[in-house]
């Protein structure tokens, strides 16, 4: 399921969301860690913003089906959300769940990098 914070909500069919949500399905994960909670931090509706929402909607389709939750953010729109998060740099991709925590920061587009990233290379 796809989150958004964001102007993206018209790309893609995306849903906006109450600030909260995204913390509020942390405390519902299963122990199991199965499923993955991502945040991507975005500047707005540019290119480079619209191709790494792209690849990791990708990704997780093929490698995640039913099993994550991606919110979007738009660093303009919740400037303290980004700033709470430490995010310095866009587009970042913040890993929530399963541990550990990851962060991906930069061109997104490598799909190789992405699956390392979201430690699904060893598990393809």
Same mark, same amino acid.
């Given at each position: 399921?796809? $989150? +958004?914070?964001?102007?993206?909500? +018209?790309?893609?069919?995306?849903? *906006? *969301? @109450?600030?909260g949500t &995204?913390e ?9 860690g199965d499923?993955?909670?991502?945040r991507?931090? !975005? *500047? ?5 913003s619209m191709e +790494? &929402?792209? +690849?990791?909607?990708? !990704? ?9 939750d991606?919110? !979007? ?6 400037p303290a959300l980004a /700033?709470?998060?430490?995010? %310095?740099?866009a587009p970042?991709? !913040? $890993? $929530?769940? @399963? ?5 991906? %920061? ?9 699956? &390392? ?5 060893? /598990? %393809?």
């Amino acid at each position: 399921m796809v $989150k +958004a914070t964001t102007n993206l909500r +018209a790309v893609n069919g995306l849903l *906006t *969301t @109450p600030t909260g949500t &995204f913390e509020r399905s942390l405390a519902r994960l299963p122990s199991n860690g199965d499923r993955y909670l991502l945040r991507l931090y !975005v *500047t707005g509706m540019t290119e480079r913003s619209m191709e +790494a &929402f792209d +690849a990791i909607k990708s !990704v997780c389709e093929e490698h995640l089906a039913d099993r994550y939750d991606l919110e !979007v953010v738009d660093i303009y729109q919740q400037p303290a959300l980004a /700033k709470h998060e430490q995010v %310095i740099a866009a587009p970042t991709l !913040v $890993k $929530k769940q @399963p541990l550990p925590l990851r962060r991906l %920061i930069g061109d997104l587009a490598d799909k190789e990098r992405l699956l &390392f990233g979201l430690d699904l290379s060893r /598990k %393809i």
